[in-house]
């Protein structure tokens, strides 16, 4: 009978002591606590993970492609060597082409810029300044342009890049390279003609609220235009190339 009791005691101590070791001990250093997600957090989590899954088949997809394009190349036969020289020349006149240092050609737009008609005896310097061209107004269109989907821009024969500054001098234009235009101002826009034409007169556009002030504005379209070298230092100073690691 005592072995009996002994033996129920000892049952009894054993279940209670694993009991409390299978809730004091992580296990493999996860929390046994149980986190509650409102609605809020649930969906979020979800998009989350499923941003994740999104990452995840673009860097596969990624990957394909880049060992594809290795694979082209990787060997010693001769034609596929000249093919990667053909490539990337390719490449480097696509990065000519969008830094301005080679001259190109294509469709677009010609707008004629002039300031309206003044009459210094009755107009005052109000009327006379709304009737001008400034910088600004030049600056502003130029965003427009490149809002319409303008792939190049020339004002004058000067090339404009992304980072071309304009200026005003009085009657003149100028740029950060210290050269200078004078009205009218031609500025030419390769690009898909009728589209961007339709969006540089749609309302509220630039060039309606210079209509507005009576300035001088002429658009024709062209099946070709051509558009310099850029005259601008694109040496970069202080910019360099980053790898993310």
């Known amino acids: 009978m005592k072995n009996v009791k002994a033996r129920v005691f000892i049952l009894g101590a054993s279940i209670i002591t694993g009991f409390l070791i299978v809730n004091s001990i992580n ?3 996860v929390s046994s606590k149980i986190t509650s997600l409102n609605a809020m957090d649930y969906k979020k989590a979800i ?6 899954y999104k990452d995840i ?5 990624q990957n394909i492609d880049y060992r594809y394009q290795i694979s082209k190349y990787d060997n010693d036969d001769p034609e596929k060597n000249k093919k990667l020289i053909e490539d990337m020349k390719n490449q480097l006149g696509d990065y000519s082409t969008l830094s301005g240092t080679t001259s190109i050609k294509g469709p677009g737009l010609v707008i004629k810029l002039e300031d309206a008609d003044i009459d210094k005896k009755f107009d005052t310097e109000f009327e006379i300044a709304r009737k001008m061209l400034h910088e600004d107004d030049m600056a502003l269109l130029l965003n427009d342009i490149r809002s319409a989907g303008a792939e190049a821009i020339s004002i004058n024969d000067h090339r404009i890049l ?5 200026k005003c001098y009085w009657a003149f234009i100028g740029f950060d390279d210290e050269s200078r235009i004078f009205a009218p101002f031609y500025i030419s826009i390769i690009g898909n003609p009728e589209e961007m034409k339709a969006i540089l007169l749609s309302e509220d556009s630039v060039i309606q609220g210079l209509l507005l002030r009576k300035i001088k504005i002429e658009i024709e379209e062209k099946d070709e235009i051509i558009i310099p ?3 601008q230092n694109t040496e970069a ?3 360099k190339r980053y790898d993310e690691k």
């Open 27 to 29: 296990l493999n250093g």
């Open 237 to 239: 100073k202080y910019m």
């Open 229 to 231: 070298i850029t005259k």
């Open 57 to 61: 088949e673009n860097i596969r997809s």
């Open 47 to 52: 998009e989350e993970r499923n941003q994740l």
């Open 162 to 166: 992304p980072n071309t500054a304009v």
